[in-house]
């Protein structure tokens, strides 16, 4: 099944550098251009994952993100021109999963975006109350339990 990435770019050749890697990766990718249109964008499509610029038009990324972490636990790989401390610090307290400072390796990007959707493929869509599976290993937070899944060390 592919995976659904929504792009937040302003920089139309970034942002066709970055479509392109990941649909090369076997992604499906939707983009947009601006703060609002994101926020459209992820309302209609539901993303599995959002790589988003921070210094958008229309809507601040870091507007976007709190947004978007406001209605669900999307994932979110920053990518951006601002690579100073505190602004990495700022983005990854707001959410973000990933920091990625321009310029960058699409290929170094589209990595870490399978690296983010591994770890968050398993974990519950309810925030965490139910059971989740990785490494062979299935935890229950609420019944306080963990056990072996079939096929494990025991």
Not at 114 to 137: C, H, I, K, Q, Y
């Amino acid at each position: 099944m592919s995976r659904t990435v929504l792009v937040v770019e302003d920089e139309p050749k970034i942002l066709d550098v970055v479509r392109d890697y990941l649909l090369d990766a076997g992604f499906s990718v939707t983009t947009a251009a601006d703060g609002p249109s994101a926020l459209v964008e992820a309302r209609a499509i539901g993303p599995d994952l959002v790589v988003l610029d921070l210094g958008l038009p229309g809507l601040d990324g870091l507007d976007v993100a709190r947004e978007l972490q406001r209605r669900s636990p999307v994932p979110i790989i920053m990518l951006t021109a601002r690579g100073d401390e505190v602004d990495r610090v700022l983005g990854l307290e707001l959410g973000a999963d990933d920091y990625l400072v321009k310029p960058f390796s699409p290929r170094e990007l589209v990595a870490r975006v399978r690296a983010v959707l591994r770890r968050t493929e398993n974990l519950p869509d309810d925030g965490g109350d139910g059971p989740f599976t990785a490494a062979g290993v299935t935890i229950d937070a609420t019944g306080g339990r963990s056990w072996w899944t079939a096929g494990s060390p025991t």
